[in-house]
């Protein structure tokens, strides 16, 4: 049974960081592209970034370029999310997810498997 559990969510300041982690486990995670996806309240969800199977290839939404970073550790099973100079419009649930494929994930892409999310909610 594959699973994903993120962790590391909360509340901070515009300006602030948080960083997110997702543990997956039930799965050969080198197998799988890993991406992570936010919904905010009222929106659809938003594909925010993604990393290949070994992690050489990134990519990001526009509106995080620059602010967040994506890795994984395919040793420990788990991929981060480190969130830098948040803003109030980064308030979301913050979803990790997880696709077998050879591409970087991105924009687009349907993912098989999904965690529960965790909230970020960054105040003004």
């Known amino acids: 049974q594959v699973q994903l559990v993120e962790s590391g969510g909360g509340l901070v300041q515009a300006g602030g960081s948080l960083r997110l982690s997702c543990a997956a486990s039930?799965?050969?995670?080198?197998?799988?592209?890993m991406g992570w996806i936010r919904q905010a309240p009222g929106k659809e969800r938003e594909f925010v970034a993604g990393i290949s199977r070994i992690g050489g290839s990134t990519r990001y939404a526009d509106s995080v370029k620059g602010r967040f970073t994506i890795s994984r550790d395919n040793d420990g099973n788990t991929v981060a999310l480190q969130m830098n100079v948040l803003k109030p419009e980064d308030t979301a649930i913050y979803y990790c997810?997880?696709?077998?494929?050879?591409?970087?994930?991105?924009?687009?892409?349907?993912?098989?498997?999904w965690g529960q999310g965790t909230q970020v909610t960054v105040s003004s």
């Open positions: 997810a997880a696709v077998r494929t050879l591409a970087t994930p991105t924009l687009g892409t349907v993912f098989d498997y």
């Open positions: 039930g799965l050969t995670f080198s197998s799988y592209g």
